[in-house]
């Protein structure tokens, strides 16, 4: 097989080390194994070689935290050294809240990437970056690095490497902006940030992501280049151009790797318009002046009564059932369970198609818009609030590709396109 045409897959797992972090760490390490091989199985690769994972570990800058800022343990497709790497790690320390984000995702950015893989970074957080805007911040200025993290995004974007934020809840939601600047991070580079309550499907979420990513590589080397080029050409907007494509693919059938999740958040004019702004300026200092606060809670009304009327049912328990056995205690909700247990995680597994369907012609026409113009927010496919029940879950399943799917390949496509 042509080199060009064979998949790989380059995957960075960025992962906070501070003390809040330990049931991720954990569940990582746990799952590396299941994590590699459903990747592997799942996204047809044809040599365990054509799967490399690369693990990034952050925790503070000093004085805030004086054991490390970050380790880099590199690519590898051993997946024994993969779990004794992640055995290396700890969770403790960090000190104002933020973390040092920004130097990780800066030492992911910088790897060495296969040019001809799909690329992915999974940035595992309950913490944002310095400098973002936050009141508790030891940082306020930015990264005591000098780096900023609105332009790595947008290297990574160019680079074609698109990253994914597990968002781990509630703690990420305790801070003002956090929420708004990662979902905004995410859609730089044509990714999406995926709430998580429990730590216990880190890997379903990875394994998802991963699998769609794959799909979205595959379409990006099929149609990329001519979708890009008629952008900056000026010939039709993104919006345009996505449209168009989207009615050609659907009219060949094409299918495609969706993970799909709840919707945990509530939706403000303020959180949108933060989005747009950390989307929109050039680096965190023009950014910070420009942010609207966000009144009251992150969550919405459908999360917040599943979660307390769970915080209700386990209190009650903890006090009237003393003798309940370890194993069935330990199984009520910790402060990373705090809405549902998740649905089982299902990967129906069915034939790509792109190898096998002719693919129609592109035809893009439209007016002229600029791609600044196109803002990106959450990703992925979201369940709304209206279909909210009690059996929140995550899954991963083949569908109709999606105008948002289609969308996030040519901003990718343009994004690569713009730094040639």
Not at 330 to 346: C, G, M, Y
Request: glycine fraction near 8%; charged fraction near 20%; include cysteine.
């Amino acid at each position: 097989m042509n080199a060009s045409a064979r998949k790989q897959l380059d995957l960075v797992f960025v992962q906070d080390c501070t003390s809040s972090q330990d049931p991720y760490i954990t569940s990582a390490t746990r799952s590396i194994e299941e994590i590699c091989s459903a990747i592997f199985e799942s996204g047809k690769l044809l040599s365990p070689e054509d799967l490399r994972i690369g693990l990034v570990a952050y925790r503070d800058h000093p004085p805030e935290d004086t054991t490390f800022i970050i380790q880099n343990f590199g690519f590898s497709s051993d997946k024994n050294l993969l779990h004794s790497n992640l055995k290396t790690l700890s969770a403790e320390g960090g000190g104002d809240g933020p973390e040092a984000v920004t130097a990780a995702l800066y030492a992911a950015l910088n790897m060495d990437w296969r040019s001809q893989a799909s690329k992915m970074v999974v940035l595992i957080a309950d913490a944002p970056p310095h400098g973002i805007g936050e009141s508790c911040d030891g940082f306020p200025n930015g990264s005591p690095d000098g780096q900023d993290p609105l332009m790595i995004a947008r290297q990574m974007a160019s680079r074609g490497i698109t990253l994914f934020v597990v968002a781990c809840e509630p703690d990420l939601s305790s801070y003002s902006y956090a929420v708004d600047f990662f979902q905004a991070l995410a859609g730089m580079t044509s990714g999406f940030m995926l709430p998580l309550t429990t730590a216990k499907f880190l890997a379903h979420a990875i394994i998802g992501s991963a699998l769609e990513n794959l799909d979205m590589a595959r379409l990006t080397r099929e149609v990329g280049q001519a979708l890009a080029e008629r952008v900056i050409g000026g010939q039709a907007s993104v919006d345009d151009v996505a449209r168009e494509l989207h009615e050609t693919l659907l009219l060949r059938g094409e299918r495609t790797q969706q993970v799909v999740f709840k919707n945990i958040y509530r939706e403000s004019e303020e959180a949108t318009h933060n989005v747009g702004v950390y989307q929109s300026a050039c680096n965190l200092e023009a950014a910070r002046s420009l942010l609207k606060s966000v009144q009251g809670t992150r969550f919405n009304d459908k999360y917040l009564a599943v979660r307390d009327l769970r915080y209700d049912y386990s209190s009650y328990r903890t006090a009237t059932s003393p003798s309940i056995p370890t194993a069935l205690s330990s199984s009520s909700p910790s402060s990373h369970e705090v809405v549902t247990d998740f649905s089982s995680f299902s990967a129906r597994s069915a034939s790509m198609l792109g190898a096998t369907a002719a693919p129609g012609p592109i035809s893009v026409v439209g007016g002229r818009q600029a791609i600044s113009a196109m803002r990106t927010g959450r990703r992925g496919v979201v369940i709304d609030d209206e279909d909210y029940d009690e059996e929140e879950g995550i899954e991963l399943r083949e569908d109709a590709i999606t105008l948002d799917q289609v969308k996030r390949i040519a901003l990718q496509s343009v994004a690569v396109g713009l730094a040639r």
